[in-house]
């Protein structure tokens, strides 16, 4: 049985990460479930559902209910008391405000509690640094070192990261996300050896297409597509000039090969047996 949303995972609002995760869930088993319905993958590509989701819910539960003991020190600090009446709260609120060391104390002590709150409302790595571990990603060395990691994670596993590229023929720059739902290859710079890879053919005896790579446009120079405006992409990926994302149809990073010297069909092809649970056919 496969569960998803409110049926996996309860937890308080605090954080307001439950719609997320509840639409990330479906997101990650959508996918998953259609290839395997279409006999497009094995059934093992749905084990990797647990294998990737539990951790995240857990995270986020583990996050919410710390993020409702930090509301405490507000309420302390504030002075409010369970059975407190009207008059001794404004009371306290009055001894706030005091030119005292005491009143001093208790605004820092406020301040302190406010600031807190910042791990409530701005938890981008718990909502977007999400880290998958299963057999449908390739876990491959990344060149340099993470930076950002709670709000940019590029490493395979995490969501590819968004760039912010300019169309060829277009004055305006945007954020060139992947508009496909399925699969799709993220190469830098205008390397044919990559898009050369687009539809490769299951050498399975059913000729059912797989939902394989579409290639995005190359991102890099001048000379490319989708030009890259900042000159931060390859970085941002943690490929080389010529290297590429396998990037899977919920958007995060199944494979990364660092340069074009891996841009064969053999090796595409292995990825995709790997991730999909299918057997090789020589």
């Not at 390739?138 to 590029?154: D, E, F, I, N, Q």
């Not at 090969?257 to 292995?270: M, P, R, T, V």
């Amino acid at each position: 049985m496969l569960i998803a949303g409110n049926a996996a995972h309860r937890h308080p609002p605090a954080n307001g990460l439950g719609t997320n995760t509840c639409i990330q869930d479906g997101l990650n088993l959508a996918w998953k479930l259609a290839l395997v319905l279409k006999g497009q993958a094995g059934v093992g590509l749905l084990d990797t559902y647990t294998q990737e989701r539990q951790p995240v819910a857990q995270q986020v539960v583990d996050r919410a209910m710390k993020s409702v003991g930090d509301m405490l020190p507000i309420s302390k600090a504030l002075g409010f008391e369970p059975g407190q009446d009207e008059a001794a709260g404004w009371a306290n609120v009055d001894n706030l405000f005091e030119d005292t060391a005491h009143g001093r104390a208790r605004r820092q002590a406020l301040r302190d509690a406010v600031d807190l709150q910042n791990y409530q409302f701005n938890c981008h790595g718990v909502e977007m640094g999400q880290i998958y571990t299963s057999s449908a990603v390739v876990p491959t060395a990344r060149r340099g070192r993470l930076r950002r990691a709670t709000l940019s994670c590029t490493t395979t596993r995490a969501r590819s990261p968004a760039r912010i590229c300019r169309m060829r023929g277009s004055s305006a720059a945007t954020n060139a996300c992947r508009r496909s739902t399925w699969w799709a290859m993220d190469a830098s710079r205008c390397s044919p050896a990559w898009a050369a890879r687009r539809g490769v053919r299951s050498r399975h005896r059913s000729p059912r297409r797989w939902a394989l790579p579409s290639t995005s446009p190359p991102i890099g120079g001048p000379k490319c597509d989708a030009q890259d405006v900042h000159g931060r992409w390859a970085d941002l990926a943690g490929i080389s000039e010529s290297g590429c994302l396998l990037v899977r149809p919920d958007r995060h990073i199944a494979w990364r090969q660092q340069d074009s010297a891996g841009a064969s069909q053999e090796a595409l092809e292995k990825v995709m047996c790997g991730v999909l649970d299918r057997p090789r056919v020589s």
